[in-house]
């Protein structure tokens, strides 16, 4: 089965950076997001690229974070700057898939921390 694995989070302090990879186990043709739940709150959108390199942001992290991709390693990234203690959050790879034979499949990794400590 297809399995997303985060990596990158940790402990960081207010205006730091962190980059964040998620890499999936296959070669899949689709839509590539991060995601974040802060305790207490609903997951959330943080970021999406598409297979043409189109990306789309929060408005809490627009202008902070890029999110890039690497369709060779199969791998997604989140580099995220000037860190906020509001950015602590576990945070989530997602990929829709957009062809077949993952057409209509939506995967979700495990989840990577992120702290920032003020």
């Known amino acids: 089965q297809v399995q997303l694995v985060e990596s990158g989070g940790g402990l960081v302090q207010a205006g730091g950076s962190l980059r964040l990879s998620c890499a999936a186990s296959a070669s899949i043709f689709g839509i590539m997001g991060w995601y974040r739940e802060a305790p207490g709150k609903q997951r959330e959108l943080v970021a999406v690229?598409?297979?043409?390199?189109?990306?789309d942001y929060a408005d809490s992290v627009k202008g902070r974070c890029t999110i890039s991709r690497d369709n060779a390693k199969n791998t997604v990234y989140l580099q995220m700057n000037s860190l906020k203690p509001e950015d602590t959050a576990v945070y989530y790879c997602k990929i829709n898939g957009i062809s077949l034979p993952y057409l209509g499949m939506a995967y979700w990794g495990k989840g990577t921390l992120v702290t920032v400590s003020s």
């Open positions: 690229i598409t297979t043409g390199a189109i990306t």
